[in-house]
């Protein structure tokens, strides 16, 4: 499949961008031309003219200009590996907000999966998918360029890929008692942390969930 991936800047404002050689920074800010633009951009170095005797290209903008894009989000389209897991169908979603447990649930699946296949956990990537107006799907991709086959592998173990997010989630019984949403012990990496912030693990839904289609420690 195709991931359209996009980074809006440290502060979600996007970046502003030099059109004469290309220069981009985060945006602190919104603006047009030079308002409200960091002085370190306006006095960026060119990165297409060569180094001066002294050693530093010369700075890219004459006083004046200001050839910038402002406030623009940065995208790129990656072909890769995808697997979609349906859900929906099954018995055992948990009332109310069942995205958060599918999202827990897919967080697990990941870690679960890297173990099972000795990868390092960034090599495998999760995403809701929506299937309809009411519904959602569990997207794990090849965090590769091109894939890698690991989700294609992970498919085909079935049962024991499953077997392996249980485990992911319960750690042991001291952990299972006292973790509530999510710990570094089970599904809280740095990638999940956003969701983490706004509540959306929920590691024991996530826990009976599989409880209920049969899989336990």
């Known amino acids: 499949g195709e991931l359209l991936t996009y980074n809006q800047g440290k502060l979600g404002r996007g970046f502003a961008i030099c059109t004469s050689c290309g220069y981009a920074d985060s945006e ?3 603006g047009e031309g030079r308002a409200e633009l960091r002085k370190s951009f306006a006095h960026h170095r060119s990165l297409t003219a060569k180094a001066r005797r ?12 200001s050839p910038v894009l402002r406030n623009r989000t940065l995208f790129a389209v990656q072909t890769t590996d995808v697997l979609l897991l349906d859900a929906s169908a099954c018995a055992g979603l948990p ?23 000795e990868v ?13 107006a009411t519904r959602s799907g569990i ?4 965090a590769v360029p091109g ?16 077997q392996e997010a249980a485990r992911v989630l319960f750690v042991d019984a001291e952990h299972d008692e006292r973790c509530e949403h999510a710990c570094l012990r089970c599904v809280l990496t740095f ?9 959306r693990l929920q590691r024991r839904a996530a826990r009976d969930l599989l409880a209920h289609w049969g899989f336990t420690v």
Do not use: N
Request: net charge negative; hydrophobic share 40%; charged share 25%.
């Open 95 to 117: 009332p109310g907000s069942p995205d958060d447990a599918l999202l827990t649930l897919g967080l697990a699946l990941s870690a679960g999966g890297a173990r099972l296949l």
């Open 54 to 65: 002294s050693g530093a290209p010369p700075r890219c903008w004459k006083d004046g200009e």
């Open 28 to 30: 602190s800010s919104y």
């Open 191 to 199: 990638e999940s942390q956003r969701a983490d912030v706004s509540r």
């Open 147 to 162: 894939g890698a086959g690991h989700v294609l592998e992970l498919a085909e173990m079935g049962v024991e890929w499953l």
């Open 120 to 132: 390092d956990s960034r090599e495998l990537g999760v995403f809701m998918i929506p299937l309809d």
């Open 139 to 142: 997207g794990l991709y090849d």
